[in-house]
């Protein structure tokens, strides 16, 4: 059926040609598919669906699934069901994003700030790009803060009799220290990228000790008896929102990816492909450790399984040490690639390959900037709150908002009352969610830094609720009225 559909399917004319060629040397046919409504493109040397499906799954399934025991645990039994409608939330974000690239032939791109262009013009292209480059700037401060975690964790395992004073400042510059001659060697990321790989057997080796060693100590160690509910009070409620918006971070690259299909019409089942198995790759890891330690579990939760494998000896620690250098050295190597993007983007509005100075240049800009992460790691150093931060604000914004609004903004007409419905759902949801959940975060991350145990009173935190909701139930409708008026005056 696709092949005749194929047949009836014409070449456009592109600037009078009717294929073009990719920076690999590929070359692509441009089509349009009245059934769809969208422009399409097919390249003989493109990859299948499953692979897309297992490269989208490898770049969302990262270090966030440290977080989502933790994240359970605060936000109840319901907070499985959560982590499903947040994942299903993210599939129909990332569907209509890409969908969003092929509505009309001059959005046939393959990047994120690209298709803000079009949607927005300037303004939303510099927002998008300020909001990546905070996106991943942040990431690599969490990825530094986690690999001090790390080094810590294993000094207490291995009885490394090393008095840091509960500071992380010293494995911090260890981390600087081992990751600055890629920071400053490597100058694009096709030099990098085969990093990824590790990162997957990383995140999976992780996974695996997540869920077998509670299992172990369960049967093994004397544990205390766990404590249980079936939700939460809102507050940690909404932390643990925020917390596992994080897990699903990944719409930034999927343009890119998407490009890359031999038929870029699959971009629908490699989304759905790719969403299912994150979701099944993350409730056994969160399910687990929730039901051996309840609410006790700590974030990351290699944390507390480490706690209760230095009660059994060397044989629970062993397994428990190998995650951690796994992750480390995952850490270690992916800190380059999530960094590159932005030294790309810096490097491309400043011109700087035409200047004669270009390697010192660069060697002394990305070193400052890699300092500055080290710094902002040291002062902010409590891995929880910082990703709860980072999930409510970029995250959620490039994952949420952005998708709905260039998606609505570029195809109104064609978007039903029940689409409409349910995106005013979705952007009400995770605006609320996002607030609460950061004004939440913010106040645990002062309670970490400052030792104290602030906690908002049940009419604050209900204030900030009632009033986010209330706010952002007539903004959206105002919104909504705006992009319908400039779509009935034509302006896109």
């Not at 059926?1 to 009836?8: G, I, T, V």
């Not at 952005?402 to 995770?430: D, H, M, Q, R, T």
């Amino acid at each position: 059926m696709e092949r005749n559909k194929m047949r009836e399917d014409k070449p456009l004319l592109t600037n009078e040609r009717k294929e073009t060629i990719n920076e690999h040397g590929d070359v692509l046919e441009t089509y349009y598919d009245e059934s769809l409504g969208i422009f399409y493109t097919t390249n003989s040397n493109g990859i299948p669906t499953w692979r897309a499906a297992i490269s989208a799954m490898a770049t969302v399934a990262g270090i966030g699934v440290l977080g989502l025991a933790s994240g359970v645990g605060g936000a109840g039994w319901v907070g499985i069901p959560l982590l499903i409608f947040l994942g299903f939330m993210a599939s129909y974000t990332a569907k209509i994003l890409l969908k969003s690239l092929y509505l009309q032939q001059e959005t046939v791109t393959e990047s994120y700030h690209g298709l803000s262009k079009v949607a927005f013009g300037h303004k939303g292209h510099y927002t998008v790009v300020a909001m990546q480059n905070l996106a991943l700037f942040s990431a690599g401060v969490l990825f530094i803060i986690l690999s001090a975690i790390s080094m810590q964790q294993l000094k207490s395992s291995w009885d490394i009799n090393i008095n840091d004073h509960g500071q992380n400042w010293g494995y911090v510059l260890i981390t600087f220290v081992v990751v600055l001659p890629a920071i400053v060697g490597l100058k694009t990321l096709r030099e990098v990228s085969w990093i990824a790989i590790f990162g997957i057997g990383a995140t999976c080796l992780a996974i695996v000790i997540i869920v077998i060693m509670p299992i172990i100590f369960h049967d093994k160690l004397d544990l205390p008896q766990p404590k249980h509910q079936i939700i939460s009070s809102g507050q940690t409620f909404a932390t643990s929102f925020a917390v596992m918006v994080f897990a699903y971070g990944g719409h930034n690259v999927f343009p890119a990816l998407a490009s890359t299909l031999k038929d870029t019409r699959s971009y629908r089942h490699f989304m759905d492909a790719a969403y299912v198995c994150i979701v099944g790759l993350y409730l056994l890891p969160s399910i687990v450790p929730y039901i051996i330690f309840g609410q006790s579990v700590e974030s990351p939760v290699l944390t507390t399984i480490s706690r209760y494998a230095t009660i059994g000896g060397k044989s629970y620690t062993v397994p428990v040490d190998l995650a951690w250098i796994a992750m480390l050295l995952h850490l270690w190597m992916t800190i380059p690639i999530i960094n590159n993007p932005v030294f790309l983007w810096i490097e491309e509005i400043t011109h700087l390959s035409n200047s004669r100075y270009e390697a010192p240049i660069r060697i002394v800009y990305r070193f400052i900037f890699l300092a500055v992460q080290a710094a902002v790691a040291m002062t902010l150093r409590y891995f929880d709150p910082i990703m709860g931060i980072i999930g409510a604000t970029v995250i959620s914004g490039t994952v949420f908002f952005l998708p709905c609004f260039i998606y609505l903004k570029l195809n109104w007409k064609n978007v039903g009352v029940s689409e409409k419905c349910w995106i005013y759902l979705v952007l009400l949801l995770a605006t609320v969610g996002s607030v609460v959940g950061l004004v939440n975060a913010i106040v645990e991350l002062m309670n970490a830094m400052n030792g104290t145990t602030i906690k908002l009173s049940d009419k604050v935190f209900f204030s900030i609720l009632g009033s986010s909701t209330a706010l952002t139930a007539v903004g959206l409708i105002f919104i909504f009225i705006l992009i319908k008026k400039q779509n009935s005056s034509n302006v896109l």
